[in-house]
């Protein structure tokens, strides 16, 4: 059964547990994405050793290649990635916005076609449930409309309706099932308009859901309305539910967000950003195919002491990339992994002594100078 | 220093210990293969957990990138692999012959321009050891010329005379650096014709060089006339030096080798084809991307003991293949190390006790069927 429990809260900050059917949690929390069953780049083990503790797959990909049915013969998304801790399952609902072709949407459902073969597919609250189920995942994820950062109020308004009443379809589905095995969250939809947010969230919380995620941010907005939005949702969602901001991984928002009183996070940047050659660091970012490094014997941070850092210079890093070496990026994004994990560690030591406010605006003076 | 201690004949096959500055090796071993400052697709530790024990590191591609200047200055060959045991480098003569552009050839040297940047290169029997001596492995080798397959007896003829001339140029080299940090071997040529390998042993042995590696095989002219090359070999190599067998990595070439007294081989095999999704096991070789396999949930071998094993079902590997994920080529290079290692265990264990004329066969049956 999953649930959260609240050991401190500083500000609208909160320090808490994630219980959940495959282990505990300690909240704020960065989950890894693992997209097609692998977190890109890196096995389980060199996952877990850059104490990553929760991650995420997407339904979309999944769905698709090997197909739902495929991997509940393969044993479920656990046994596919090899990871006995928890995990979330995206809807999907996101993926067909911004890779399935020849979508076409209606209040019973979204009909689209596959980015990798052109197959027709049917994505509704219910199937969305029963992939997930099939998926197996500890966290479902509710079916929503994802309006575009620069939608209108009007294309807003109907996407909140829309998502609430999917977020009931879900319900329904999901109480058939074993709940406990699984939870199911609904997703706030609203974009920047706060009145919307408020809307959103009032119709989700109706339905008493485990948990609750903030939706449709991160979509070309910008960070300031993004922030603008995340100050009212202290007071629009639960207290004793985990609240989880969808597709958020920039240190800056990650702070922004927690200060606000948000738990959960998932991205892809650290992994694509390590197979991209770019380093997340405590004093900014460092590019690793700059020419500066060729001979530099300087791991990519010095006070750092993951696999990457604690073996490997940033001479050799450059040299692996221009070598089109995998090595390269694995190495890379174990450091850009190991960094979030223990981005999120300080914040949580943070909260706990009541420092949070006054790191932050220190971290992100070093971080973004 | 290096030099190999012969603890048991049976027939010719050789059960020995090569004793280098980085650690002994219990031989025959396999070298896996480490182009540019990595052995593709794996971290040093999945492949320390694989059970291989010493590596090759090709001079051609690091004397192009990041070149032998750079390496020196980022520590050395060691260092930049993160890999503290035995090592080898080729001369990067035999990468010349089959990657470079407009090569020119005299007795003096080698000309050709770079493969990655068309930039005009020299290599010498001086520069090759020179090169080798800034990597810094404990093993270098001569630079040598490495006729084709199909050569004739004339040309075979040129490149065992220019060979012998430049081991002993690389003998003078060598000798003045610190010969007990590194080791010099001579390559051996001859093509099929053996008594131009007699020849060219004869030369070398005179040169008194710590150990010898029989070369020009394994460049097209198939399983027997390389057989009955090795058929050879033992009368004509000393008895009290490692022999190398470059280039070799098949199953079956391997045994043959073994039985006929070598000590030492390496190959891009078990990585190339880990790359390609194709499994070697005891059994045969296990083609992942097949579709017999969507659904399996067995392993690629149910009694290997690799990571890739011990975590993954054929059904997962394949779909990480078809995602064109990095884990698929990692854990099947993985596996495949692990194959090398464990083939070699076992060939070790028969000459202790007597047993490989009688495995031999019985392996190569169920391997090739």
Not at 318 to 333: D, K, Y
Request: hydrophobic letters at 40%; glycine letters at 10%.
């Amino acid at each position: 059964m999953v649930g959260i429990t609240i050991k401190h809260r500083s500000g609208k900050a909160r320090r808490g547990v994630l219980h959940t059917p495959h282990g505990d949690v300690q909240t704020p929390v960065f989950m890894p994405v693992g997209t097609a069953a692998t977190v890109k780049g890196v096995t389980p083990d060199q996952l877990a050793a850059t104490g990553s503790k929760m991650i995420l797959a997407n339904t979309y990909h999944l769905m698709l290649r090997p197909g739902a049915e495929t991997v509940a013969a393969l044993g479920g998304v656990h046994r596919m990635l090899n990871w006995d801790g928890p995990m979330l399952t995206d809807s999907g609902g996101y993926q067909v916005f911004s890779l399935a072709h020849l979508r076409k949407m209606s209040d019973e459902a979204v009909t689209f076609q596959s980015h990798i073969d052109g197959s027709k597919q049917v994505l509704s609250p219910e199937i969305a449930v029963d992939i997930q189920r099939a998926l197996g995942a500890d966290v479902m994820m509710q079916l929503d409309e994802c309006p575009p950062g620069d939608a209108t109020e009007d294309q807003v308004r109907e996407a909140v309706v829309r998502s609430a009443a999917w977020a009931q379809r879900c319900k329904t589905q999901w109480l058939q099932g074993d709940c406990d095995a699984q939870a199911l969250f609904g997703i706030q939809q609203g974009g920047v308009f706060v009145h919307m947010r408020a809307e959103s969230a009032k119709r989700l919380v109706d339905l008493d859901l485990p948990g609750y995620a903030i939706g449709g941010l991160s979509v070309g907005e910008g960070h300031d309305p993004m922030v603008a939005v995340l100050d009212h949702i202290d007071e629009q969602l639960p207290i004793d539910k985990p609240r989880y901001l969808m597709g958020v991984g920039e240190p800056r928002d990650l702070l922004a967000a927690v200060l606000r009183g948000v738990d959960m996070f998932d991205c892809v940047l650290p992994t694509r950003n390590g197979r991209n050659a770019s380093a997340f660091t405590w004093h900014g970012r460092v590019k690793v195919r700059n020419a500066q490094w060729a001979r530099s014997t300087e791991p990519l941070d010095a006070n750092c002491s993951c696999y990457c850092c604690s073996n490997y210079s940033r001479g050799t890093l450059r040299h692996l990339f221009n070598a089109g070496e995998m090595l390269g990026p694995t190495l890379v994004s174990i450091h850009n992994l190991y960094f979030f994990a223990e981005f999120m560690e300080a914040i949580r030591t943070a909260i706990e002594s009541d420092e949070l406010d006054a790191m932050a605006p220190r971290w992100l003076d070093q971080i973004y100078g």
